[in-house]
């Protein structure tokens, strides 16, 4: 099976306070099914220093979103689409757009 999305992967917010914005993957869980975009979902986090030296204060980072939040933009056709696999004539799989039929 192929994973649906990856990280460095460019990705759109289809639902939620973030939709439609665009970002690149920090990190995916697919176990809990959550992913971790790059300026999406920013939360403030207060934070104390722990050790000496080091600073304390607010902070501002990702959170997780759902993966069923997010979908993957195609490069060849810039658009959020679908993904869909074809096998390869080395007998690997791949992502395949399922608007344009581009392999990324």
Do not use: W
Request: hydrophobic residues 35%.
């Amino acid at each position: 099976m192929v994973a649906r999305i990856k990280k460095n992967d460019l990705v759109r917010v289809i639902t939620g306070k973030d939709k439609n914005k665009e970002g690149s993957v920090i990190q995916v869980l697919p176990k809990k099914g959550k992913v971790l975009v790059k300026d999406v979902a920013v939360i403030t986090r207060h934070v104390k220093p722990r050790k000496t030296g080091e600073p304390g204060g607010i902070r501002k980072e990702e959170s997780y979103i759902r993966l069923s939040k997010v979908m993957p933009v195609c490069t060849a056709c810039k658009k959020a689409a679908r993904v869909s696999s074809k096998q390869l004539e080395s007998g690997k799989r791949a992502r395949m757009c399922s608007r344009c039929k581009e392999i990324f």
